[in-house]
């Protein structure tokens, strides 16, 4: 990734030397980096009221406790990293479900479709 970087660095600094930046709106302004244009207006209010308040969202919360475990799951051993492989497994089922289930919905079905061909072959064996 190192390399990727150099190149794209070497590639601003020459774009820069051309002027090509040159004349963008808000040039010579401090960006403003608090808004969080990612966020549809009608949450704005609401998510800035929970920063303020040093509360996050679910959903923030949910992948940071992924990102935690999965470095936990990278030095753990023995007992500890299955513990830690089955929190994941269960912080990742949280995510989808906060996200709405969908893929959770289709895999449930899934699974249901398979232990019912397993169930009517075992039948028709007996």
């Not at 969202?57 to 406790?65: G, K």
């Not at 990293?81 to 089922?93: D, E, F, K, P, V």
Request: glycine share 10%.
């Amino acid at each position: 990734m190192q390399i990727l970087d150099m190149l794209a660095e070497q590639r601003i600094l020459e774009a820069i030397e051309r002027g090509e930046f040159d004349g963008l709106p808000g040039s010579g302004r401090p960006l403003d980096l608090d808004e969080d244009m990612t966020v549809p207006e009608e949450l704005r209010v609401a998510y800035r009221i929970l920063k303020n308040a040093g509360l996050l969202p679910r959903e923030v919360e949910l992948r940071r406790e992924i990102h935690d475990t999965r470095e936990l799951i990278r030095v753990a051993t023995g007992a500890a990293s299955g513990a830690a492989g089955r929190r994941l497994q269960y912080l990742l089922m949280c995510l989808e479900m906060q996200r709405g289930g969908e893929g959770l919905a289709a895999a449930a079905e899934t699974y249901l479709t398979q232990v019912g061909e397993r169930m009517d072959r075992a039948g028709s064996a007996c």
